[in-house]
């Protein structure tokens, strides 16, 4: 098993700036890929930003240039940071492990509104 803990979100004027956390505990070893994805009211849950075992990343077309995914392997803490947010980036906003294809865990979720 693998616990999720997201950290970080609230409430920010757009423009502004967020840092998420999640930390991960368990058995995280075997993890290919850690993941942000959000998900707005009515809406599915979408992926936003990915960083795999080698450090390779991948975003979401929408937040391209505003936000970026980093990890610390030596505490087991995976960031988001999130730049130039505007009232769109309002979601919660979820921490993702994945074992390949096989398995994948989820965090609880974490609250993140823009608005002025």
């Known amino acids: 098993q693998v616990q999720l803990v997201e950290s970080g979100g609230g409430l920010v004027q757009p423009g502004g700036s967020l840092r998420l956390s999640c930390a991960a505990s368990g058995s995280i070893f075997g993890i290919t890929s850690m993941s942000w994805y959000r998900q707005a009211p009515g809406n599915q849950r979408e992926l936003v930003a990915g960083m795999s075992s080698a450090g390779y990343t991948n975003y979401a077309d929408s937040v391209k240039g505003r936000f970026t995914i980093t990890k610390d392997n030596a505490k087991n803490l995976v960031y988001l940071q999130m730049n130039s947010l505007k009232p769109e980036d309002t979601a919660v906003y979820y921490c993702?492990?994945?074992?390949?294809?096989?398995?994948?865990?989820w965090g609880q979720g974490i609250q993140v509104t823009v608005s002025s």
């Open positions: 993702n492990a994945a074992f390949g294809s096989i398995r994948t865990y």
